[in-house]
């Protein structure tokens, strides 16, 4: 993401269009994400019963849950380092 410096919008305004556009991207995708999720969590249930989900099966859902939110942080955090960057130059 970082080496699209060079062709990023250089009008603040568009560049908030940009990030803008940008978050409603990330946000799409974690929506995706967490469909799919249900989606599989029910497919898990139907083929194995409600009772197949253990202690490891939740943690480890926990913890894609977080890798997840951590990449989209990432992903904002580098958008505003972006926007800032823009700004100030």
Same mark, same amino acid.
């Given at each position: 993401?970082?080496?699209?410096?060079? +062709? @990023?919008?250089?009008?603040?305004?568009? =560049? #908030?269009? /940009?990030? !803008? =556009? @940008?978050?409603?991207?990330?946000? +799409?995708?974690?929506?995706?994400?967490?469909?799919?999720? %249900?989606? =599989? !969590?029910?497919? $898990? &249930?139907?083929? /194995?019963?409600? *009772?197949?989900?253990?202690?490891?099966? =939740?943690?480890?859902? @926990?913890?894609?849950?977080?890798? *997840?939110?951590?990449?989209?942080?990432?992903? $904002? +955090? &580098?958008?505003?380092?972006?926007? #800032? /960057?823009?700004? %100030?130059?």
């Amino acid at each position: 993401m970082l080496d699209a410096v060079n +062709s @990023l919008p250089e009008d603040p305004e568009e =560049l #908030r269009r /940009f990030t !803008a =556009l @940008l978050l409603a991207e990330v946000k +799409s995708q974690a929506m995706l994400i967490e469909k799919l999720r %249900h989606q =599989l !969590a029910g497919h $898990r &249930s139907h083929r /194995f019963g409600t *009772s197949s989900e253990t202690i490891e099966q =939740l943690q480890l859902a @926990l913890e894609a849950t977080e890798i *997840s939110i951590a990449k989209m942080e990432s992903v $904002r +955090s &580098s958008v505003y380092g972006l926007i #800032r /960057f823009m700004l %100030h130059q």
